[in-house]
């Protein structure tokens, strides 16, 4: 098993920054790939960005230029580093984990872009 705990969000305004990190415990010698998935009210939850434990990066198109993911700590933690907000990136971000059997999901942390 591997616990996923969020930290990092909370209010800014359009074009401001946010840091979110992700800190994982338990069994993550079986993690594969961690990932930012997002889901904002009314819409079904979506890929944001995510990274193996090679260090390759995906990300969606619509955040591609402007939020970076990034693992410290090889498979410990994983961190969004969010540039450049728009109120369209308003949404509740899971921090999500992937072994070869299962996946993992943190309890999600909000993020809300509004002047």
């Known amino acids: 098993q591997v616990q996923l705990v969020e930290s990092g969000g909370g209010l800014v305004q359009p074009g401001g920054s946010l840091r979110l990190s992700c800190a994982a415990s338990g069994t993550i010698f079986s993690i594969l790939n961690m990932a930012w998935y997002r889901q904002a009210p009314g819409k079904e939850r979506e890929l944001v960005a995510s990274?193996?434990?090679?260090?390759?990066?995906n990300y969606a198109d619509s955040v591609k230029g402007r939020f970076t993911i990034s693992r410290a700590n090889a498979r410990i933690s994983v961190d969004l580093q969010m540039d450049s907000l728009k109120a369209e990136d308003t949404a509740v971000y899971y921090c999500?984990?992937?072994?070869?059997?299962?996946?993992?999901w943190g309890k999600g942390t909000l993020v809300t872009v509004s002047s």
């Open positions: 999500n984990a992937r072994s070869r059997t299962a996946q993992y």
């Open positions: 990274i193996t434990n090679a260090g390759t990066t």
